[in-house]
Antibody, heavy 124, light 108 residues
Framework: QVQLQESGPGLVKPSQTLSLTCTVS??????????WDWIRQPAGKGLEWIGR???????NYNPSLKSRVTISLDTSNNQFSLKMSSVTAADTAVYYC????????????????WGQGITVTVSS | EIVLTQSPGTLSLSPGERATLSCRAS???????LAWYQQKPGQAPRLLIY???SRATGIPDRFSGSGSGTDFTFTVSRLEPEDFAVYYC?????????FGGGTKVEIK
């Protein structure tokens, strides 16, 4: 059974860098059958796609966040990570790591596995 | 970016009734790369439909999706008590990937 688990600080000060890690169990992050995404959700609001990392290590970011975001792979630990710099209160949200399956279409078949989410609050 | 507009914002229905949700895109969704998710309070979203009309693994056949281009529909044929939740549409064919604002299906 595939599981994704987010970890990292729940409180980050304004202007600092938010760093989260997603540990994947039950699937290899180097498998060509998957992409790996970060998605966030402010309390009571909708979902926002942050970005994606491919098994090659290449990335694709939401232009609205691109200047502040870095997603990377750690193949030795079967993890992928998110770094977001210069955070403000507007970055307060539940952050989800997620897997996109590529079973029928190379573009992907939707986010089929989600982490439980981690609440990150930006406050001094 | 492709903006997804979901309607209605809230749908008040009784168990056993049919729920019909709409998702309209600001431009054509590439190759019908549209998904629907269900989210309950305190939980991560769950994939129900991908490719506009394909049910994800283990999803009951009371859930269905249809549509193409810019207009998509999600239907729950007969609402079960566990179906009351928020539903999101999501286009994943054009970067940046985007989500609709959600439709809350509540018990009447």
């Amino acid at each position: 059974q595939v599981q994704l688990q987010e970890s990292g600080p729940g409180l980050v000060k304004p202007s600092q860098t938010l760093s989260l890690t997603c540990t994947v169990s039950g699937a290899s992050i180097t498998s060509g059958r998957y992409y790996w995404d970060w998605i966030r959700q402010p309390a009571g609001k909708g979902l926002e796609w942050i970005g994606r990392i491919y098994t090659s290590g290449s990335t694709n970011y939401n232009p609205s966040l691109k200047s502040r975001v870095t997603i990377s792979l750690d193949t030795s630990n079967n993890q992928f990570s998110l770094k977001m710099s210069s955070v403000t209160a507007a970055d307060t949200a539940v952050y989800y790591c997620a897997r996109v399956g590529r079973y029928f279409d190379p573009i992907g078949d939707g986010v089929d596995v989600w982490g439980q989410g981690i609440t990150v609050t930006v406050s001094s | 970016e492709i903006v997804l507009t979901q309607s209605p914002g809230t749908l008040s229905l009784s168990p056993g009734e049919r729920a019909t949700l709409s998702c309209r895109a600001s431009q054509s969704v590439s190759s019908n790369y549209l998904a629907w998710y269900q989210q309950k309070p305190g939980q991560a979203p769950r994939l129900l439909i991908y490719g506009a009309s394909s049910r994800a693994t283990g999803i009951p056949d009371r859930f269905s999706g249809s549509g193409s281009g810019t207009d998509f529909t999600f239907t729950v044929s007969r609402l079960e008590p566990e179906d009351f939740a928020v539903y999101y549409c999501h286009q994943y064919g054009t970067s940046p990937l985007t989500f609709g604002g959600g439709t809350k299906v509540e018990i009447k």
